[in-house]
């Protein structure tokens, strides 16, 4: 490898890092920095695979796989947390606001526990009824 191509490698990498932070810091959104973050340590690893070729040292193979794994295990673990509810269910709820929740909950359930009595009553009814005119 001449010394153009690994100083031209080098300044794309610090170019491609830079703009990384730049994104990581302004966001807007968690998918964003996530994804700003895989650029850095992508970056990191092509940095270090870089040092690896020009110098011919192979004893930086298992950091560059520890650097992989590290910043693969990051991302699927943001990725998961992040995608895992809407930004309301994320929300820490207040005492009141989970009461009121709970409330919620129970109502429905006993409205839907009334019906299902109610529809169901009237229904066993029906069939009980049929039931003695066929028999008798």
């Given at each position: 490898m001449t010394l153009w191509v690994a100083v031209a490698c080098g300044i794309m990498l610090t170019i491609?890092?830079?703009?990384a932070?730049?994104?990581?810091e302004r966001g807007p959104s968690m998918l964003d920095r996530v994804v700003a973050v895989d650029v850095v340590v992508a970056s990191v690893l092509a940095t270090v695979a870089l040092v690896s070729a020009w110098t011919?040292?192979?004893d930086l193979v298992?950091?560059?796989v520890v650097l992989a794994l590290v910043g693969f295990t990051g991302s699927v673990t943001v990725a998961r947390f992040a995608a895992a509810d809407s930004d309301?269910?994320?929300r820490i709820l207040s005492?009141?606001?989970a009461r009121e929740l709970e409330r919620a909950r129970r109502e429905a359930e006993l409205a839907e526990a009334e019906e299902r009595r109610s529809g169901s009553g009237g229904s066993s009814a029906t069939v009980g009824r049929e039931q003695q005119e066929g028999g008798s």
């Open positions: 491609g890092a830079v703009c932070f730049v994104r990581a011919g040292r192979v298992p950091v560059l309301d269910d994320r005492r009141e606001e």
